[in-house]
């Protein structure tokens, strides 16, 4: 869901992220997006065009909390919204909404989430959900590619997500490899690695001085014999 600071071509931060955590609030709650009606068909322009300018509806669904914390999440005014105050995220965690929450446990991985979601699902009411911010039309899958990509499961990205991700390569700039695909050295564990590279300071100044090194080691083996002849000649 784009945000008004977004549609207006705004500079912003973290104040997207915010109104998203709040459209997410409203919809698990009212089960439809705050400015669009469940099943319905409508231009994006005419989204953003109620983002700007009209207010979301809440329904007896939403219990106080959950209408506050909607309303300050969905605030037009970035500045103005939750989260993007002077005491930032620590505002949000605050809100009576998250009172049952202990985030300390939660960061640490340790609380036990009340929902877990199929791996094999996508989560939308209908199809309209994804295509109207997707550019991927008319990819028709047969029972050959979905036994294929059944494979790539990985639990935590739904397959038909990773069906998506792979039709369009969308990582084929991040698979970088030598001539016939063979791995380039930094990937290749049978090869030894590159030694450090000496920093820019110490090649300047090999290359401007490398009588140095030279004088340096005549120096040390002078002073070696030194104390040689000192210690021979000693009582």
């Known amino acids: 869901m784009n945000t008004p600071e977004v549609i207006n071509n705004e500079r912003y931060g973290m104040s997207p992220d915010w109104w998203g955590l709040g459209c997410l609030i409203y919809e698990m709650t009212a089960g439809r997006s705050p ?8 231009k994006r322009e005419e989204v953003e065009k109620r983002v700007q300018e ?11 909390d959950t209408k506050a914390i909607c309303r300050m999440l969905l605030t037009k005014d970035p500045k103005q919204r939750l989260g993007c105050q002077a005491e930032g995220a620590a505002g949000v965690k605050a809100h009576p909404f998250f009172k049952n929450i202990n985030f300390k446990r939660l960061e640490a991985g340790i609380l036990e989430p009340s929902f877990l979601p199929d791996p094999r699902a996508v989560y939308c009411k209908d199809v309209l959900d994804i295509e109207q911010f997707s550019t991927v039309k008319g990819v028709n899958l047969d029972q050959t590619d979905n036994d294929f990509y059944s494979k790539f499961a990985t639990g935590s990205v739904s397959i038909p997500w990773q069906n998506e991700m792979i039709e369009t390569e969308c990582f084929s700039d991040l698979n970088v490899f030598g001539p016939q695909g063979i791995r380039p050295p930094d990937l290749d564990w049978n090869q030894p690695p590159e030694p450090p590279r000496r920093s820019l300071l110490d090649r300047i100044f090999r ?14 083996s002078s002073s070696v014999n030194s ?7 000693a009582p």
């Not at 104390?227 to 000649?233: A, E, G, L």
Request: hydrophobic share 20%.
């Open 35 to 42: 400015f669009r009606a469940r099943k319905e068909r409508v």
């Open 207 to 220: 290359r401007h001085h490398p009588e140095v090194t030279i004088s340096q080691t005549r120096v040390s």
């Open 54 to 64: 009209e207010e979301e509806e809440y329904s007896d669904k939403f219990s106080e």
């Open 227 to 233: 104390v040689d002849s000192m210690s021979h000649s």
